[in-house]
């Protein structure tokens, strides 16, 4: 599945990074780890952002010295005060069994999904169609734009099946 | 052993969105106002059920065996909710919502419901969720659904419904294979995860929500002036299709469960006589305020096909 039936703008790699967003609804495409890089730089100028998060990751404010189990300890503090919805720190929290054990370092990822312009979503993405993304409880989310996170199961798909022109 | 991921991507494959219904096609002349009065407070329910079933699924997601089976229950939990969306935007579309197209309130039963899973749902072992969603499809989703297609001809109900059935057709599937796969598992790990279930909370959340849950859902189609047998006969289902399998009688919440699936086809039982009726009325007392604010999943339902 790649984001062939897409008709606004995709950004792949790091083409976000310094992207003018000024006016747009965008999309970002990514697992928490990528999101918690993305998401802060791009709702500082988007319209709206919609962030459609793959799996959920730690996040760290900053590097944290001490091993796995301290910044666990660290990134489970730190989602616990800057994020007060119990469901949506729930949906921020990775899964104990499988998954991503990776930890990523933002500090204004929760800050930018507190804004009332940025939605998480964590309905799986199944299609892009010409006028944004649609996720499996039924709504087709339009946007104008799309960031696809490198980790993305979609960035996956089009090096497998090859980019879209 | 069942090909979970064969599954997975047949799921991904059946994906549907409010967007491909024509909602404003002919036919909502077909619900008149008789119907409208009678089928509203249905809805209600039938929406919400679906509402809790999704989060349950969430609960599931999170003690699923497999990577596979994790994904598939994130696809269900997402499903669930595009039926409770597909299903108010029926009743938007039948002028069943007020002006503001807010969500219909939900009973007392619906809201003890909401509870249990908001404090209990994501610590309930792996055995006692999966045994228990099961069942709730069954006779729930099973029985009301069968209801509206008798009661209801309009056809964008039918075609909506077409593709719930076929969702719904797969999760059953899913939540008896995955019975399977835990049956077959060790003999100590069931009897441990058996003794997981005996906690206080879970035993009292089982009578207090779902022994009334079930009742409630049996006297509303009874006061609509529907024989029971469809509810009984949806109950029974979840026996019938345990039975097939190999493993599942290794499981000891599913005999629990079935024990009492037989109990509420009964009507002569004295489990309805001294457990269950009583407990509908003494829920219908609970004040709502003690239950607190549900948590923000429960806002997340929409009428809308599009959301930009």
């Known amino acids: 599945m790649t984001t062939a039936g897409f008709r606004g703008e995709v950004l792949r790699g790091i083409e976000w990074f310094s992207h003018d967003f000024t006016g747009q609804r965008v999309a970002v495409v990514a697992p928490g780890r990528e999101a918690a890089q993305i998401v802060p730089e791009v709702a500082a100028t988007a319209r709206s952002v919609k962030v459609f998060q793959e799996e959920p990751d730690w996040v760290v404010p900053v590097r944290v010295p001490g091993g796995r189990a301290v910044s666990a300890a660290v990134a489970r503090f730190f989602l616990r005060t800057q994020v007060k919805d119990p469901w949506i720190r729930r949906l921020l929290t990775p899964h104990a069994r499988f998954g991503s054990r990776r930890t990523a370092v933002s500090v204004g990822y929760y800050a ?41 199961v979609f960035a996956r798909d089009e090096i497998t099946e090859g980019r879209p022109a | 052993m069942t090909d979970f991921a064969a599954m997975l991507q047949t799921i991904k494959d059946k994906q549907w969105s409010l967007a491909d219904i024509d909602w404003d096609a002919p036919g909502a002349e077909t619900m ?42 994130r696809y269900f939990h997402a499903e669930e909710q595009k039926h409770a969306n597909a299903e108010l935007a029926l009743m938007k579309r039948w002028g069943m919502l007020d002006e503001n197209g807010a969500m ?48 209801v001809t309009d056809p964008v109900c039918h075609q909506v419904f077409k593709h719930i059935n076929s969702d719904e057709s797969r999760h059953i599937t899913v939540d008896f294979q995955v019975l399977e796969l835990i049956g077959a598992g060790p003999r100590h790990k069931l009897l441990i995860e058996t003794i997981g279930n005996l906690k206080p909370q879970v035993i009292i959340g089982l009578i207090v929500v779902f022994v009334p849950l079930i009742n409630k859902m049996r006297d509303n189609i009874v006061a609509m002036g529907l024989p029971e047998n469809k509810l009984y006969n949806a109950v029974k289902r979840f026996a019938s299709v345990g039975s097939r399998g190999e493993h599942t009688k290794r499981i000891p919440a599913y005999h629990v469960l079935k024990a009492q699936a037989a109990m509420v086809v009964d009507r002569s039982h004295a489990y309805h006589k001294y457990l269950a009726d009583p407990m509908v009325k003494l829920t219908s007392k609970i004040p709502r305020r003690l239950l607190g604010k549900p948590q923000s999943w429960t806002e997340e339902i929409t009428h809308e096909p599009v959301a930009s």
């Open chain 1, 112 to 152: 930018a999904l507190r804004h009332p312009d940025c939605k998480l979503i964590t309905w799986p993405v199944y299609a892009f169609v010409a006028d944004g993304v649609r996720t499996a409880e039924g709504v087709e989310h339009h946007v104008d734009c799309v960031v696809l996170g490198p980790g993305s």
């Open chain 2, 32 to 73: 008149t106002d008789e119907l409208r009065a009678k089928m509203r407070p249905f809805m209600a329910d039938l929406v919400w059920i679906e509402h809790i079933g999704a989060r349950g699924f969430a609960s599931l997601a999170r003690k699923a065996p497999t990577p596979e089976i994790q994904e598939i229950y």
């Open chain 2, 104 to 151: 219909p309130e939900p009973n007392i039963n619906v809201r003890l419901a909401i509870k249990v899973l908001d404090d209990f749902g994501d610590t309930l072992p792996l055995t006692g969720l999966a045994t228990l969603i099961p069942l709730l499809e069954c006779a729930l989703d099973g029985a009301l659904v069968k209801f509206l297609l008798e009661e």
